[in-house]
């Protein structure tokens, strides 16, 4: 019956993904892997090369661009049941912790959408994988195996850190601290991971450490405390991994912190505070910072295991047994409900008609970009112009998706995001009418006065989703001006925008 669920839920995924267009922020992964540098200012190369895998072989399609998504989510699941099964032994464990991955939103539904976490997702479960196996063989390889797939993981997503405190822990908690510390194995596995890490470093020092800097002022950026941004954290993670499901993961949690720490249990004490570190520090920045939605998602598939592992615990450690067939009907009903959760989110968005959260929804309010598409298409043919110019990356990304390299587009600002990216056509651009699309009021950047470029007003286009307008944009005929394609550090041409507010809101400078 596990087996048929998952083939059932993996078919889902596949539907979803060729069904539903691209949203913005995949467009714009995309859009890396056309590319041949060795990062990127926003995150590590490696959800580049999991979207260029997909559509070397199913070509730029919707399938091509989440191929690897489902893959992910098939091996991480393998990869969950393996460590279940090494840990307990337990059949009924290893088929809890494999559904809990299917019931939960983001796993069972959203692993088709490509982001950056789901090519953090398995190496960090691999990474896990491989210090269990440690712990049941006692061969110190194991560790090198496990700094393999802790660089893939740094390639992928630089939020891994923050479960480098469960690796320590594994090594210094439990007695055989000793060994390991004398052991060359970890010292070797960490030079594996630096190494496998350097393409990263290399490239951040050819670009003035520009990938760091990024990501360290959204760390540290501080801003008045908000319990709305603490119950936008909370009500996620009830979300994408859901309502039953989310306090039978962290109630096992509890119960493997306490068994590991107490008993010196290097496994227990690995798996609890690999995902309990993280939580906690997500919950702390939720004080003064809206969290992503996806950036806690690396650590819930350990956290399930965890949680199956405890289950088969329990009676073999002699709890009473109403609170076994507590935690067993809890475990169950999770599943049902968060099973049955993910099928209804994707017939809403698949079948449904209807718009039930307006301009809120999170994947309509990324929808309907083919009626700007298809205004910007007749307005070229019209003007006459052969080439685009965007002033933000999302619509940059879906118009460069749309047109998939027949017109060249180019984001005019935030040139800091496209380090290294390849000649985009500038034949094409320089001295020839282009196109301006931009969403409405981005169009009155007043970033076009420090530029020669003459703006003729062409029309107003609205973006749609069941009915409901998402979003308006600005069509506009420019001549006179050709865009620079990488400007000096220090120009508001070069500056990205998310990187300039937030650290504002860190130094306190007004906006």
Known sequence: MAIGIVAAMTALRIAYACLLDLRTDEAYYWTWSKESVLCFLDHPPMIAWFIRLGTTIFGDTNFGVRFAGILAMLVSQLLLADIVRRVV?????????????????????????????IALIPFAVAMMWSLVRLAESGDGRWWLAAGFFGGLALLSKFTVVLM??????????????????????????????????????????QHDWVSFKFQLVRATATHDVSLRTVGD???????????????????????????????????????STAVSVPFLYFLWKSLSLRVGDTWPMFMWPTGFAAAAVNIAMLPREGFPGWMIRSTVFWARTAIVTGIATVVLVFLYYVAAPW???????????????????ARAEAELKKTGATWIATTDYRTYAMLRWFFNGRVPVI???????????????????????GLYV???????????????????PLERVARVWRGVVMDSYALEKLTGWTPELAPPPDSPLFRWRVLAGEARAATGAPA
């Open 233 to 271: 954290y909370i009500g996620l993670q009830f979300g994408l991994v859901g309502f039953v499901l989310l306090p039978v993961t962290l109630s096992g949690l509890v119960l493997m912190t306490w068994r590991g720490y107490r008993n010196g249990d290097a496994v227990a004490i690995l798996l």
């Open 164 to 205: 480098l405190p469960a690796v320590l822990a594994f090594m210094l908690v439990p007695s055989w601290r000793t060994r390991w510390l004398t052991s060359p194995y970890p010292w070797i596995a960490t030079l594996i991971a630096l190494t496998l890490f350097s393409p990263v470093v290399i490239w951040n020092a």
């Open 411 to 433: 984001q005019i600002n935030e040139r800091g995001r496209f380090q290294g990216f390849a000649d985009p056509g500038i034949a094409l651009i320089a001295g020839h009418v």
């Open 355 to 373: 718009n039930f959260i307006g301009r809120a929804d999170p994947i309509g309010g990324e929808a309907g970009y083919e009626t700007v598409v």
């Open 89 to 117: 032994g337990s059949t009924r464990a290893i088929v809890l912790a494999v559904l809990m991955m299917e019931a939960a939103l983001y796993y069972g539904l959203l692993m088709a959408k490509v982001s950056p976490d």
């Open 438 to 456: 931009a969403r409405e009021p981005d169009d009155q950047s007043p970033l076009w006065s420090a530029t020669t470029a003459v703006r003729e």
